[in-house]
């Protein structure tokens, strides 16, 4: 049942990414804190536990009995294992999706991303992310996710927007136009990596520039407005909040426009900033 303390804008916009770095959770610990931001006032907000395909027989093992636990399978063993995988999970894990990279970077996409299509066909109640490089092939690459998409395919598309590396980090004008591609296709994505803040900042450690969350709802609402790609990057560059506070709020009782949302490996970061920002009430009504 809905509390309504979560707008409709950011309900499930956060999946529980706890044991992937850079948190790195241990399974014990990401399942119980699974449990508790799943029997909090924010729980709206939280998207399934993603696991990778090899935790998968340990995250059973650390379930009660009659525990059902909504997951998220992450492809670690390739697609190519996914078959494999999705059928020796415990049924008390109810994957629902699944995401998986079809290619290296500088590697042709298409090969993989035919395979993957080829799982989804046995499995009609699946949806899968495929995660596409920003690199050579791209473009076709989303031809053919949105030509399945359009036969009925459960299928959509995710880009990594952060790691390691400087280099994992797309510029703002990469970035626009991925989002701008895909609106032209109609096709919904995921992003995933350097978001667990609202607002673009440096990392003072790393030195890595990270892309803010509401940067790329509000750019995202505004490409499928029509904005063209030079617009929708001067939004992901904003590093001030005040130009992103307004329109989010204006989209705050939607769904959210075209982008699905992320996976971060804490929860509470997403939430504070939306709190600190007036877009979220704090659970207090």
Same mark, same amino acid.
């Given at each position: 049942?809905?509390?309504?303390?979560?707008?409709?804008?950011?309900?499930?916009?956060?999946?529980?990414?706890?044991?992937?770095?850079?948190?790195?959770?241990?399974?014990?610990?990401?399942?119980?804190?699974?449990?508790?931001?799943?029997?909090?006032?924010?729980?709206?907000?939280?998207?399934?536990?993603?696991?990778?395909?090899?935790?998968?027989?340990?995250?059973?093992?650390?379930?009660?009995?009659?525990?059902?636990?909504?997951?998220?399978?992450?492809?670690?063993?390739?697609?190519?294992?996914?078959? @494999?995988? %999705? &059928? !020796?999970? =415990?049924?008390?894990? +109810?994957?629902?999706?699944?995401? $998986? *990279? #079809? /290619?290296?970077?500088?590697?042709?996409?298409?090969?993989?991303?035919?395979?993957?299509?080829?799982?989804?066909?046995?499995?009609?109640?699946?949806?899968?992310?495929?995660?596409?490089?920003?690199?050579? @092939?791209? %473009? &076709? !690459?989303? =031809?053919?996710?949105? +030509?399945?998409?359009?036969?009925? $395919? *459960? #299928? /959509?598309?995710?880009?990594?927007?952060?790691?390691?590396?400087?280099?994992?980090?797309?510029?703002?004008?990469?970035?626009?136009?991925?989002?701008?591609?895909?609106r032209d296709?109609?096709?919904?994505?995921?992003?995933? &990596?350097?978001?667990?803040?609202?607002?673009?900042?440096?990392?003072?450690?790393?030195?890595?520039?990270?892309?803010?969350?509401?940067?790329?709802?509000?750019?995202?609402?505004?490409?499928?407005?029509?904005?063209?790609?030079?617009?929708?990057?001067?939004?992901?560059?904003?590093?001030?909040?005040?130009?992103?506070?307004?329109?989010?709020?204006?989209?705050?009782?939607?769904?959210?426009?075209?982008?699905?949302?992320f996976g971060?490996?804490?929860v509470v970061?997403?939430?504070?900033?939306?709190?600190?920002?007036?877009?979220?009430?704090?659970?207090?009504?």
């Amino acid at each position: 049942m809905s509390t309504g303390l979560i707008p409709a804008l950011f309900t499930r916009l956060v999946d529980d990414a706890a044991v992937f770095p850079p948190g790195s959770a241990p399974l014990p610990e990401a399942i119980i804190g699974h449990r508790e931001h799943r029997a909090a006032w924010y729980a709206e907000l939280v998207g399934p536990l993603l696991l990778p395909s090899s935790a998968l027989t340990e995250a059973a093992r650390l379930l009660k009995p009659d525990e059902r636990l909504e997951a998220g399978l992450i492809g670690d063993g390739g697609v190519d294992a996914l078959a @494999g995988d %999705l &059928a !020796a999970a =415990d049924e008390r894990l +109810e994957i629902g999706q699944v995401e $998986v *990279a #079809v /290619a290296k970077r500088g590697e042709d996409p298409e090969p993989g991303l035919r395979r993957l299509l080829a799982v989804l066909a046995e499995r009609p109640s699946l949806t899968a992310y495929a995660e596409i490089p920003l690199t050579w @092939g791209l %473009l &076709a !690459a989303l =031809d053919t996710v949105a +030509e399945a998409r359009a036969a009925g $395919v *459960a #299928v /959509a598309a995710k880009f990594r927007t952060g790691g390691l590396a400087a280099e994992l980090f797309p510029t703002p004008v990469e970035l626009a136009a991925v989002i701008c591609a895909c609106r032209d296709r109609e096709l919904p994505f995921k992003l995933t &990596a350097g978001l667990h803040n609202a607002i673009r900042h440096t990392d003072p450690e790393t030195g890595f520039v990270h892309h803010g969350f509401l940067n790329v709802l509000v750019g995202t609402a505004a490409a499928v407005d029509g904005a063209e790609v030079a617009d929708v990057a001067e939004l992901l560059a904003a590093t001030d909040p005040v130009p992103l506070i307004e329109p989010a709020r204006a989209l705050r009782d939607g769904p959210r426009p075209l982008w699905i949302g992320f996976g971060s490996c804490s929860v509470v970061e997403p939430l504070t900033d939306l709190i600190r920002l007036g877009l979220v009430n704090g659970g207090f009504s």
